[in-house]
């Protein structure tokens, strides 16, 4: 049985301690969190990796990864996510719990030190960062950007989110534009990372057998120095209720299958509204399961597309569908999702639809402790959400709620953008 509680370290820092026996190795991570803008999204999605190239203790990748193998083995990771209209921005570690080492040694206190000096001393020349580093990271931070259309299916998301929420920070992408990188400079960036220190909630998890107060001591010890001079209040994520019209994009690529994805607003439901379970279940019932009305009538039952499903941003208040689909085959596929959406509103269910459904849906979030990493981003989606509603919480409100409210939330979908990426010979 897990014990999960929250506290505050000092201005501005929150520590979520999950203590467990269930796993072998303990997890750590720390995020600031920062609101998501243009202007700022690519320099702030270099930090986390130009931090990682070396503190003033372990210049270097080689002497770092010299002290993360005393850690037996540990490892530290540059994380950049994107959670609403908040950039989080950090590292997460994975270490060998201290109940299971040979020789009773504290790990964790060791691992904490090397985070914490990642996280406040990092590797300079004349003062800021190391221009070689930021060289090599700004070169890698542009591949990862363009890298992203090779995935299809999830660059035709992109894309619409970026459509459909244009003029809302929601549209921005978690590590920005190409075009914002090489600007970037070793002293902008520097006083970018000044900034976000002095200025940004730093968001800490933890997972393993250590009890709260002594996480709580030693993250202080890992901290000292930490500068914190106010403004650490979170930007509210926009969530616009409806859709005014609907807006159909086309773009055209060297693709050999359609990618049709459709961005609907919730009717102001996102995370924390006392109808949010409802619409989980709408979701599932709609597209969020193999047993949806998306997967058996659209694909399977009528062919029209190679995948059809549907998710939820918790934060946002959208609905997005993605599908992949014969060029041929768009306007068709198009009208039955919609057709589909429209027997969900009319409450078209078999038994075995809604006990399937609800049953995922359960299910899904019942599991979310058995995995660190899963148990972690549910942490901090709630801490940037500012909510502390636990997975078996949030299991209930679905297990409670009803078919009727499901249906009600599926009312209030309001089709906004349909973005269509086709191929180049028509």
Known sequence: MSEVSRSQLMPGVFLTSVHTKKFKSS???????????????????????LLRRGSAEHPDMQSLAAALDELYGGSIEPAVR??????CVGFVGSFLDDAYTLDSSRVLDRAAGLMGEL???????????????????????????????????????????EEMCGKE?????????????????????????????????LEIYYCGFTDEQEVCRILERALEGLPREGGYALSETLVIPKAKEV???????????????????????????????ALILCNALFGGTTTAKLF?????????????????DRYKGVMLVSSGVEFADKQRAEDEILAQLEACRRGEFEPWEIDGARSYTVSSLL????????????????????????????????????VEEAVEAAKGLSLDTVYFLKGTEG
């Open 27 to 49: 997890m750590l991570s720390m995020t600031l969190l920062t609101p998501l803008r243009e202007e700022t999204a690519a320099v702030n999605g270099l930090i986390p990796y």
């Open 82 to 87: 994107k959670r609403g209209e908040t950039q």
């Open 119 to 161: 996280l406040l001393r990092p590797y300079t020349r004349n003062g800021v960062f190391c221009s070689d580093y930021t060289r090599q990271e700004k070169a890698n931070l542009a591949d990862r950007i363009r890298a992203e259309i090779n995935d299809k299916r999830q660059y035709a998301v992109s894309r619409l989110v």
């Open 169 to 201: 920070p929601y549209g921005v992408g978690r590590i920005g534009r190409e075009e914002d990188v090489e600007p970037i400079t070793p002293q902008s960036a520097w006083e970018q990372y000044r900034t976000l220190l002095a200025h940004s909630r």
């Open 247 to 277: 807006r159909q994009v086309t773009e055209s690529l060297d693709v050999a299958q359609g990618k049709l994805t459709m961005g609907f607003r919730t009717g102001g439901i996102a995370m924390g509204d006392p109808r949010y379970p």
């Open 296 to 312: 058996l009538h659209v694909r399977e039952k009528l062919s029209l597309c190679y995948y059809a499903s549907s998710s939820l």
């Open 367 to 402: 599991t979310i402790p058995d995995s660190q990493s899963r148990q972690e981003d549910w942490w901090l989606a709630q801490a940037v959400a500012e909510q502390t509603q636990s997975p078996r919480d949030l299991a209930r409100g679905v297990e409670a709620a009803t």
